[in-house]
Each structure stands twice: as C-alpha cells, then as structure tokens.
Nanobody, 117 residues
Framework: QVQLVESGGGLVQAGGSLRLACTTS????????MGWYRQAPGKQRELVAA???????NYADRVKGRFTISRDNSKNTVYLQMNNLKPEDTAIYYC???????????WGQGTQVTVSS
C-alpha cells in the first residue's frame, strides 16, 4: 500500500540545476521524517537531506548551501532543489519516509541524476 515515487532526475551540465520530487501514498505524510539519499556505483548510500514534520532540516556537508529540501503536506510531496550541480553529485537519488530515526522506513525506487563536466 505504501508507495513513494521520485521524479525530476536527468542529465545536466556542471553548474546546472534540477528539482526532484517525491510523491507519497499509503502513509500519514505529515507524521513522517522525509529524506533524500543517494548512492553512486561502488559507494555507500549517504543521506543528502532530511526534513521533519516540524520543518527542521539537516544537510550533508557536501551539499550544504547548494541543495534545499522542502515539503508540501497538502500534496504529500517532498522536494529537493539542487543548484550548482557537480559531477560528484552523480548518483541514484532515493526518497525515504520514516516515523522516527532508528527505523528503516519506506523507500522509493530512485531517480538517476547525472552531472557532466
């Protein structure tokens, strides 16, 4: 019943921008911590950004100042605005929803972001 669907990925040049969206169903969206994670080939999955129901945010140091996470509870959707993209941002980006830290939560299938140099 739970479904998270990412969109907005694609191929961009270094310095460009993308906006990712994750639309959810089957969860009480407003009660979930929403997060964006990414994984590049041969590398570990890493947290990119997270936002709580109270709109507190957390960013990985590597994206701080370039990426912005936001949420629209009326649309059950979380966004990731990605500016000044770099080749090192190339990865599959996954959406995650969880009620609290310490649980795995639910995951989307991912969307590919490729940044060319």
């Amino acid at each position: 019943q739970v479904q998270l669907v990412e969109s907005g990925g694609g191929l961009v040049q270094a310095g460009g921008s993308l906006r990712l969206a994750c639309t959810t169903s089957g969860i009480i969206f407003s009660l979930n911590i929403m997060g964006w994670y990414r994984q590049a080939p041969g590398k570990q999955r890493e947290l990119v950004a997270a936002i709580t129901g109270g709109l507190s945010t957390n960013y990985a140091d590597r994206v701080k100042g370039r990426f912005t996470i936001s949420r629209d509870n009326s649309k059950n959707t979380v966004y990731l605005q990605m500016n000044n993209l770099k080749p090192e941002d190339t990865a599959i980006y996954y959406c995650n929803a969880r009620r609290r830290w310490g649980v795995s939560g639910d995951w989307g299938q991912g969307t590919q972001v490729t940044v060319s140099s």
